[in-house]
């Protein structure tokens, strides 16, 4: 197939990019190079015949019309978006702009591409969203597909109203959508402001790591080689107008998370002290969801897919891969955001 990847210079974008070119599809990575954007995470693929860059903002529908006729692609997968919960706390209308009118004008350049070819049979639209736009769970239980939407954050509100329109547009017009809500990923390229990589840099670099509250907020982690998997196994099997939820199976609390990563770096890089000792509790952030946790019923059942990486296996091949690759996340670390406290404007 020929894939049109937004995102693709993005953490989860890239590992698709890369898994569709070693899987043999040619991919086209519309990007358009945000602060989290890094063309790097892709020097596996850069060479290929079967990959092209295109430097695009989804808000830019003449462009991407451009893109549409110039690389007539069979389906679209949708990763380009705002994803940083503490940054749409303290500026939510990026997330509007990027999350809802950059899928707005991505749908309408893929519907009228799509009709102009005589709505081929083989086209998909596949949206790849998250399990935050379901609110936060209790003590028990999970998301399925059929939970009803519940966000808490400007972020999860506006990857919601992206899958809103998504929906709406296949059926209103019949456009061959794909929806996925995939747990919390990690994994080699994260980029360093999410929690699993603050804690192996700010660990590595002898600084407080930061817990939020007391750290009992429990996430279902999911490498992010699998759930590129996940994606193309979806956009190949999938059923048109359905959504599949894709989780790790491997729930966790946060604490227990930064402790285990504190233990795999005392045996991988020791010291005199245990880096667990730097952990350092603050101040929660504003709505923090208590609990995430996936029902993965259905893409087992339907798709034959599952995850294959463990969280054991999972945060020893992160927590190595950063310790090979620091000229690779060094050179992140001066942009704007990275290593400071975010979302705390509300209660400033």
Same mark, same amino acid.
């Given at each position: 197939?020929?894939?049109?990847?937004?995102?693709?210079?993005?953490?989860?974008?890239?590992?698709?990019?890369?898994?569709?070119?070693?899987?043999?599809?040619?991919?086209?990575?519309?990007?358009?190079?945000?602060?989290?954007?890094?063309?790097?995470?892709?020097? @596996?693929?850069?060479?290929?015949?079967? &990959?092209?860059? @295109?430097?695009?903002?989804?808000?830019?529908?003449?462009?991407?019309?451009?893109?549409?006729?110039?690389?007539?692609?069979?389906?679209?997968?949708?990763?380009?978006? @705002?994803?940083?919960? /503490?940054?749409?706390?303290?500026?939510?209308?990026?997330?509007?702009?990027?999350?809802?009118?950059?899928?707005?004008?991505?749908? @309408?350049?893929?519907?009228? =591409?799509?009709? !102009?070819?005589?709505?081929?049979? $083989?086209?998909?639209?596949?949206?790849?969203? %998250? /399990?935050?736009?379901?609110?936060?769970?209790?003590?028990?239980?999970?998301? %399925?597909?059929?939970?009803?939407?519940?966000?808490?954050?400007? &972020?999860?509100?506006?990857? +919601?109203?992206?899958?809103?329109?998504?929906?709406?547009?296949?059926?209103? &017009?019949?456009?061959?959508?794909?929806?996925?809500?995939?747990?919390?990923?990690?994994?080699? &390229?994260?980029?360093?402001?999410?929690?699993?990589?603050?804690?192996?840099?700010?660990?590595?670099?002898? #600084?407080?790591?930061?817990?939020?509250?007391?750290?009992?907020?429990?996430?279902?982690?999911?490498?992010?080689? /699998?759930?590129?998997?996940?994606?193309? %196994?979806?956009?190949? !099997?999938? *059923?048109?107008?359905?959504?599949?939820?894709?989780?790790?199976?491997?729930?966790?609390?946060?604490?227990?998370? *930064?402790?285990?990563?504190?233990?795999?770096? /005392?045996?991988? $890089?020791?010291?005199?002290?245990? =880096?667990? #000792?730097?952990?350092?509790?603050? %101040?929660?952030?504003?709505?923090?969801?208590?609990?995430? +946790?996936?029902?993965?019923? $259905?893409?087992?059942?339907?798709?034959?897919?599952?995850?294959?990486?463990?969280? #054991?296996?999972?945060?020893?091949?992160?927590?190595?891969? =950063?310790?090979?690759? #620091?000229?690779?996340?060094?050179?992140?670390?001066? $942009?704007?955001?990275?290593?400071?406290?975010?979302?705390?404007?509300?209660?400033?």
């Amino acid at each position: 197939m020929k894939l049109l990847v937004t995102g693709g210079a993005g953490f989860i974008g890239s590992a698709v990019v890369r898994q569709g070119i070693r899987a043999g599809h040619s991919v086209v990575n519309v990007d358009c190079l945000t602060y989290a954007a890094c063309l790097e995470n892709l020097n @596996e693929v850069v060479d290929n015949s079967g &990959y092209t860059f @295109e430097k695009v903002n989804i808000c830019d529908r003449p462009a991407l019309d451009q893109v549409f006729e110039a690389h007539q692609p069979d389906a679209v997968m949708h990763l380009a978006a @705002e994803s940083h919960v /503490d940054r749409s706390i303290d500026g939510p209308g990026t997330f509007v702009e990027t999350n809802v009118m950059g899928t707005f004008q991505l749908l @309408e350049a893929a519907r009228a =591409y799509w009709i !102009k070819a005589a709505r081929p049979d $083989r086209f998909r639209f596949h949206h790849i969203s %998250t /399990d935050e736009v379901y609110g936060s769970l209790g003590p028990i239980g999970q998301f %399925t597909e059929d939970t009803p939407y519940d966000p808490r954050s400007p &972020y999860s509100a506006s990857k +919601a109203g992206s899958d809103h329109l998504v929906r709406a547009w296949h059926e209103t &017009y019949g456009l061959p959508v794909l929806l996925t809500n995939c747990s919390n990923n990690y994994g080699p &390229y994260h980029f360093p402001e999410k929690l699993i990589p603050v804690v192996i840099l700010r660990a590595l670099a002898g #600084e407080p790591i930061p817990v939020y509250g007391a750290g009992e907020n429990i996430r279902d982690w999911l490498y992010v080689e /699998d759930h590129a998997d996940a994606l193309l %196994t979806v956009i190949e !099997k999938g *059923v048109v107008g359905r959504s599949y939820n894709i989780g790790g199976e491997n729930e966790a609390k946060n604490i227990d998370i *930064v402790r285990k990563i504190c233990a795999l770096l /005392d045996r991988r $890089r020791p010291k005199s002290t245990s =880096y667990a #000792e730097q952990i350092t509790f603050v %101040t929660d952030r504003p709505g923090h969801d208590l609990r995430y +946790a996936i029902d993965p019923s $259905r893409i087992r059942a339907e798709l034959g897919w599952r995850p294959s990486v463990t969280l #054991e296996q999972g945060l020893a091949k992160t927590v190595d891969w =950063y310790l090979a690759n #620091e000229v690779w996340w060094r050179a992140l670390l001066d $942009r704007h955001g990275v290593g400071a406290r975010l979302g705390i404007a509300v209660s400033s």
